[in-house]
């Protein structure tokens, strides 16, 4: 197969997360005989100190013109703690997500055994857990009209949603149930929200439609509590965008660390996958950040477009990476890889399909360990 991915670095951690997944990529394209053609762009605060714009048009034209576009992060402080600021990194995803029509967030979560003792959650909680949240997101209150005072004493944010927009993400959302456990639990505020009223009554009929799916709700706050108390009673969550952003954050802590969440955000034409945490701008250059998330997320790019085979190979090296500990600092306190080492890691796993054998001696030193 022949894909343009289009790779937007972005800030903080970014570029170095991004680079190993392209690795990576590079690497599975070389053992299942694809070609995978590059090219970078710049988004958010590297291309506002550049161009003045946090989505470059020639950004917005590349992504458009590729078959993917693999996302790393965005967000600088010297925006973040500038509350005046008019022009702000996260504006470019969001328009990003709006000019490609990438209205569904989906998200899976899982709790590796290995890590299961690293999450603050018990053990006998989060054993087992595996679900994959659908967060709607081109709508809502993200993308809703904003206005402030001429006094600067009051603000408003409108959240909006048509059936159009609960639809489309409502039947994929029951199509992945069909293919998991049969379960769909749809996550709103109905008791207050007339949003959430609309959502509960489209998504009611829709259930119509997938028998053999069984649909429950629950309300926001309810939710996120039942995600500590009973994660495992979940297969797919659905839900807006404000409410699956907060619980797709809140579930990272079930598989030990926010560097193992990937995401994709899927159109009908369009498609982007990139890890769900931030640029982390302390991290920066320092080769502690996890591209583990962003390496899925590269795996998910490859179940996009049919390449079941070729993600597998790349999730069953994540699971072995964890499983030798070869991992980061967020993972592995005691004795942990840089970024570049565990992405080469990764890397060489799937290189490396014939009788791989591990070098104890070279990993106990952070060295290459296929031989």
Request: charged share 25%.
């Amino acid at each position: 197969m022949k894909l343009k991915i289009a790779v937007l670095p972005g800030d903080g951690i970014g570029p170095e997360i991004t680079q190993q997944s392209v690795k990576v990529l590079k690497a599975v394209a070389d053992r299942f005989d694809h070609h995978f053609e590059f090219e970078e762009a710049l988004v958010g605060a590297a291309a506002i100190d550049l161009l003045d714009s946090p989505l470059p048009e020639a950004t917005l034209e590349l992504c458009k013109n590729s078959d993917a576009v693999l996302f790393g992060a965005i967000g600088d402080p010297k925006y973040d703690n500038n509350p005046d600021a008019k022009v702000r990194p996260e504006q470019g995803l969001l328009k990003l997500r709006k000019e490609l029509g990438l209205f569904a967030n989906v998200r899976p979560v899982k709790a590796y055994d290995k890590l299961i003792p690293q999450s603050p959650l018990k053990a006998d909680r989060i054993g087992g857990a595996d679900m994959v949240i659908y967060r709607e997101l081109t709508g809502g209150i993200y993308f809703g009209e904003k206005s402030t005072a001429e006094d600067g004493q009051s603000a408003s944010d409108l959240c909006s949603y048509s059936v159009e927009e609960i639809t489309r993400i409502a039947h994929l959302a029951f199509k992945a149930a069909q293919q998991r456990n049969k379960k769909l639990t749809l996550v709103d505020k109905a008791n207050v929200l007339e949003t959430s009223r609309l959502w509960r009554k489209t998504v009611t009929e829709i259930a119509k439609e997938y028998p053999q799916v069984k649909l429950d709700f629950l309300f926001v706050d309810n939710a996120a509590m039942q995600m500590i108390l009973n994660p495992t009673q979940f297969d797919v969550i659905l839900t807006e965008n404000m409410f699956g952003d907060i619980l797709s954050d809140e579930a990272s802590v079930i598989g030990g660390s926010i560097g193992l969440l990937a995401s994709a955000s899927v159109g009908k034409e369009n498609a982007m996958f990139e890890p769900i945490h931030g640029s982390y701008p302390q991290a920066t250059g320092k080769g502690i950040a996890n591209p583990v998330a962003s390496i899925l997320s590269a795996a998910m790019l490859l179940e996009h477009f049919g390449l079941t085979e070729e993600a597998e190979a790349v999730k069953k090296s994540v699971e072995l990476s964890i499983k030798l500990n070869v991992c980061t600092i967020d993972i592995n306190k005691d004795n942990h890889y840089t970024t570049d080492k565990v992405g080469g890691f990764l890397e060489g796993l799937i290189s490396e399909v014939e009788n791989i054998s591990i070098n104890n001696e070279n990993l106990n030193l952070g060295q290459m360990t296929i031989i």
